[in-house]
């Protein structure tokens, strides 16, 4: 999904300056994007050292090919990163947002409403007229206090 949405950037929308990523390094925007993401979803538990060993882990793991057979080193992931444009990262999550909005339409939602995940925790809210009548209330809940 990165590469088709950073196939639509033009090259000026890819790089700060027109000679950043032009010398066939290892980390390619496509690449620093799909890190970033990775670097997302880790929620800021680790360091980059971690989160570059983690991915290229996950890599090999899954057959996926990477430039090197060895994580590229945590400064060399800063600089690239800095040599990304902050239009290219809207673009992407434009693009991805776009991407879920098609695939997740009508018979894939629960109650009108998309699932990304469910891991069994439990959320309390506060007891209001619309969730009641949006979901029912549990079996020998409380009733709503009318006012």
């Not at 950043?20 to 980059?48: C, E, H, I, Q």
Request: glycine letters at 8%.
């Amino acid at each position: 999904m990165v590469s088709s949405i950073l196939a639509t950037a033009s090259d000026p929308d890819l790089r700060l300056r027109a000679r950043d990523f032009s010398r066939d390094g290892k980390l390619t925007p496509d690449l620093l994007v799909v890190l970033l993401l990775f670097m997302v979803a880790d929620g800021n538990r680790r360091g980059y050292r971690h989160i570059l060993d983690a991915f290229w882990d996950e890599c090999a793991s899954h057959g996926v090919p990477l430039p090197s057979a060895q994580p590229v080193t945590a400064s060399a992931f800063c600089q690239a990163r800095g040599k990304l444009s902050s239009e290219l990262l809207r673009q992407v999550l434009h693009g991805a947002a776009s991407e879920m909005e098609s695939g997740f339409r009508g018979a894939s939602r629960w109650n009108g409403r998309r699932v990304f995940a469910v891991d069994g925790c439990k959320v309390n809210l506060q007891r209001s007229v619309e969730l009641d009548a949006r979901f029912g209330r549990p079996e020998g809940g409380h009733p709503r206090k009318r006012p």
